[in-house]
């Protein structure tokens, strides 16, 4: 079973819409969450970061994060085409040597259509 | 305040050889990773640095090794290169220690091709 799991996608949504990226992961003592935005032939970015239950807002996005389901979303609100890249979810889990390493999901492709 | 810069940006080698990647990371930053990218897929973690010693390693064999030096930059060397480790290859930098919870700064990355 793959640590960190994300839809590859691609999801398509009109201007305007709002986007919805999800995440599962399989270490239950994971404590740190992040969401990185990745345009095509660029580096990932950090978008968010959360770390208690519940939802956290940035401008027109928002985490969720559901310890007891081990699933982390991004929601992302009046989707805009500059929106267009793929996000990767990244989940800090546990390494044998006592460090928490921040491991990556495949990504989801969002695909903004005016 | 400067941010995490690797070179070179794109490099080609042959099957056999060997090669190295450098990274400088962000200022104050005291950890560094490494991680590959191949296309399609999520970056998959190499090893990170935490004041010189590493602290964690992925799977991945022994021919891939790297430095931290004491101004917090960092080498990553892969010997006997073979075609699948053509990929993007990140160095990402953080700020609090041994567990990255503030997230990373990454690189603009090395695009590495083996023929």
């Known amino acids: 079973q793959k640590e960190v799991e994300q839809n590859s996608g691609p999801l398509s949504v009109p201007e305007g819409a709002i986007a919805s990226l999800n995440c599962t992961y399989s270490?239950?003592?994971?404590?740190?969450f992040f969401w990185y935005r990745q345009y095509s032939g660029k580096s990932p970015e950090l978008i968010m970061s959360?770390?208690?239950?519940g939802d956290k807002e940035d401008g027109r996005f928002t985490a969720q994060l559901n310890k007891a389901s081990q699933y982390v979303s991004l929601l992302i609100r009046d989707s805009q085409p500059s929106d267009s890249a793929t996000y990767l979810c990244a989940v800090n889990i546990y390494e044998r040597r006592g460090s928490y390493i921040p491991t990556f999901g495949r990504g989801t492709s969002l695909i903004v259509h005016p | 305040e400067t941010g995490v810069t690797q070179s070179p940006t794109h490099l080609i080698k042959t099957r056999g050889q060997q090669v190295t990647l450098r990274c400088s990371s962000q200022?104050?930053?005291?950890?560094v990773s490494w991680y590959q990218q191949a296309l399609g897929q999520g970056p998959q973690f190499i090893f990170q640095?935490?004041?010189?010693?590493?602290?964690g390693r992925g799977n991945f064999p022994p021919r891939f090794s790297g430095l931290q030096f004491p101004n917090y930059s960092s080498e990553l060397n892969v010997n006997a290169l073979e075609l699948d480790d053509s990929a993007l290859y990140l160095c990402a930098s953080s700020l609090r220690g041994r567990e990255v919870i503030d997230g990373y700064t990454f690189g603009s990355g090395t695009r590495l091709t083996v023929v």
């Open positions: 959360i770390y208690s239950n």
């Open positions: 640095y935490y004041r010189e010693e590493e602290n």
């Open positions: 270490d239950r003592g994971s404590q740190s």
């Open positions: 200022s104050g930053h005291n950890t």
